[in-house]
């Protein structure tokens, strides 16, 4: 059984940083690629970033050198690192990850720029 849980969410004001993390459990992290999304307030879920298997890293546009995905393999966890922060980026933020025919997403952490 593949779970996802992700945690570091919070409160925050313009321009300050979080550091999100997703932690698996039955399953080999480091194997497959691993993305976060996101969920603003009345929208549809959004893909915010990926990481590879081999490391290789892919950001949507308006999140683009603020934030950065990374994995730590040691410890089966992907983190977010995010920078910058603006009202925007409020929003509920899922890890994700995609095994055969599976897609699975962890509970989410919820995300609030306010100042």
């Known amino acids: 059984q593949v779970q996802l849980v992700e945690s570091g969410g919070g409160l925050v004001q313009p321009g300050g940083s979080l550091r999100l993390s997703c932690v698996a459990s039955?399953?080999?992290?480091?194997?497959?690629?691993v993305a976060w999304a996101r969920q603003p307030p009345g929208k549809q879920r959004e893909l915010v970033a990926f990481?590879?298997?081999?490391?290789?890293?892919n950001y949507a546009d308006s999140v683009k050198g603020r934030f950065t995905i990374s994995r730590d393999n040691a410890k089966n966890m992907v983190h977010l690192q995010m920078n910058s922060l603006k009202p925007e980026d409020t929003a509920v933020y899922y890890c994700?990850?995609?095994?055969?025919?599976?897609?699975?997403w962890g509970q989410g952490t919820q995300v609030t720029v306010s100042s």
């Open positions: 039955g399953t080999i992290f480091r194997l497959y690629t």
């Open positions: 994700n990850t995609h095994l055969g025919n599976s897609d699975y």
């Open positions: 990481i590879t298997s081999g490391g290789s890293t």
